[in-house]
Nanobody
Framework: QVQLVESGGGLVQAGGSLRLSCTAS????????MGWYRQAPGKQRELVAT???????NYADSVKGRFTISRDNAQNTVYLQMNSLKPEDTAVYYC??????????????????WGQGTQVTVSS
């Protein structure tokens, strides 16, 4: 089991900034991908950004150039620096942890955990 604890959400005016943090604890494998997803009211959950332990990063087109994801592997923590926020960024932001193990027999086991979510509200 992996537990994810998020912090840093809140209310901000358009053009402002927020920084989200998420710390993982429990049975953490060294090879993993952590990231952020968001879900606005009435919409499906969507990817915001992900980062592997080796530092490979993926961003949604809608946040490129405004959001920066980073991680501290020693602290098992992932961050999301959000700048130039827009009202359309309003959503519940969820931290995610993904990993996979492969048994010597070739059988793989995937792990996928979510945080409780933190509300980000951007006023116009």
């Amino acid at each position: 089991q992996v537990q994810l604890v998020e912090s840093g959400g809140g209310l901000v005016q358009a053009g402002g900034s927020l920084r989200l943090s998420c710390t993982a604890s429990g049975s953490i494998f060294s090879i993993n991908t952590m990231g952020w997803y968001r879900q606005a009211p009435g919409k499906q959950r969507e990817l915001v950004a992900t980062i592997t332990g080796g530092g490979s990063i993926n961003y949604a087109d809608s946040v490129k150039g405004r959001f920066t994801i980073s991680r501290d592997n020693a602290q098992n923590t992932v961050y999301l620096q959000m700048n130039s926020l827009k009202p359309e960024d309003t959503a519940v932001y969820y931290c995610n942890y993904k990993s996979q193990t492969v048994h010597w027999s070739g059988r793989s086991t995937k792990y996928d955990y979510w945080g409780q979510g933190t509300q980000v509200t951007v006023s116009s």
